[in-house]
């Protein structure tokens, strides 16, 4: 399989330097709401919630969409990313590590008067991850630092839910990319939170802009309101061309211009659930972006899934790399 060189995906949302810190399941308690989910606080919370921990969190770039981006790059895709950092020492960490591996900063915003978001990621014993998150500098970028050029040259535009905390911020992206002539536009609803704080908007959203929607069973069920994710696939391909439901160590469900297939999860011993989303993105959209079928796009994602997962936090191994790209295009490959 050879990569069209036609292909480079733009991902948008909000650059956030990932802290990492592995806790006991009653430490949640210094964090508050919802084992599980995501939710938006300010510096100082967490900076409270460290400071109730003897243990120092790791580090690594991420971001929702970013780290989609990030894996698509990685598996050698041109990839561009739209977002705001702070002037600071984690926003040159930031940038410098993305274009380590590829990726066009050119579309970056840049703030010194705010610093460069992060999320902290409390991760317990069963794997799982309760997000807390300081969108610092990402928050600052405004619909009117967005416009249609930012998108030349793109053939997928990729976005992450997100983004509907920052008003019309989203939806002015989406009619920048479509100005700008992009093929097809991806969006992750990213939590359960987001769609329910959103569901005057998501609608509408996703039928007059989005070709391909990802949620996870939590987030399908919140949107379509029913337990049965059979169900909330065929729900969602009614506002999209292509609707999936990402079921963990169940696989995933793809329904895909009225077509519904089951795809399997590749079972692994999962320490950290982290970016395990995101990543199955990336393995998908480049499946999908290679004109493959949903059955080979839900197996490259399961393939990337699985890595993520079997590592902590959200960045695969430099040497673990060429085997997946192996596996992914032979997949692809396959008759």
Known sequence: ?????DIKVMGAGSPILDMLL???????ACAGGAKGGMELVDSARIDSILAKSSSVPSRAPGGSAANTIGGLARLGIKTAFLGKIGLDEDGNFYKNFY????????????TDKIHTGRCLSLITPDSERTMRTDLGAAAALSPDEVSS??????????????????????????????????????????????????????????????????????????????????AAVKKLAEYCSVAVVKLGKEGSIICRDGKTVRVPAELVKAVDTTGAGDLWQSGFLYAFLNGASSEKCGQCGSVLGAEVVSVIGAAIPEDRWPSIRSRVKSIINQN
């Open 149 to 230: 050029a930012d998108y030349k040259g793109i053939s997928h535009y990729h976005a992450e839910g997100y983004m509907l905390f920052a008003g019309d911020l989203l939806v002015r992206t989406l009619k920048a990319a479509r100005e700008a002539g992009v093929k097809t536009i991806s969006f992750d609803m990213a939590s359960f939170e987001v769609v329910k704080f959103n569901m005057d908007k998501l609608p509408g959203i996703l039928k007059d802009y989005i070709d391909i929607v990802f949620a996870n069973e939590v987030e399908a069920e919140t949107f379509c309101g029913t337990k049965d994710p059979e």
């Open 1 to 5: 399989m050879t990569i069209s060189n």
């Open 22 to 28: 592995n806790v006991e399941d009653s430490f949640l």
């Open 99 to 110: 274009q380590s591996i590829g990726g066009d900063t050119s579309a970056f915003r840049y």
